[in-house]
């Protein structure tokens, strides 16, 4: 089974840069489509970004639009650790961030920013971007 811990959330200024790290215990994350999402209080859990397995042809990335541009979700070359760097970091990015990890196959019926499309959570890190 595959667990995922999340790592890297910081009080952060807002222009500022976290990276967050999604690392997988005990299993390669090659076949898996990870995504990250976050959560305010208050607000629904919200798909952030996604990345397709390694073994398809193209590595494919997928960014919610309020975050395109600004962060950046990528894999290490062992394929246990998946990253989420996020520059120009502003107070609306305040939330509970999660990793998750699901079947590459949501990824075809565009499905890769749906919570109920992933079998697989971390606990959640906290992202406070404050002055």
């Known amino acids: 089974q595959l667990q995922l811990v999340e790592s890297g959330g910081d009080l952060v200024q807002p222009g500022g840069s976290l990276r967050l790290s999604c690392a997988a215990s005990?299993?390669?994350?090659?076949?898996?489509?990870i995504g990250w999402f976050r959560q305010a209080p208050g607000k629904e859990r919200e798909g952030v970004a996604c990345i397709s397995p390694t073994d398809t042809l193209d590595t494919k990335t997928f960014y919610t639009d309020s975050v395109k541009g600004r962060f950046t979700i990528f894999r290490d070359n062992a394929e246990t650790t998946v990253y989420l760097q996020m520059n120009s970091l502003t107070p609306e990015d305040t939330a509970v961030y999660f990793c998750?990890?699901?079947?590459?196959?949501?990824?075809?019926?565009?499905?890769?920013?749906?919570?109920?499309?992933?079998?697989?959570w971390g606990q959640g890190i906290r992202v406070t971007v404050s002055s």
């Open positions: 005990g299993i390669r994350l090659d076949y898996y489509a």
């Open positions: 998750a990890g699901g079947s590459p196959l949501m990824l075809r019926s565009g499905g890769y920013f749906l919570p109920s499309e992933y079998d697989y």
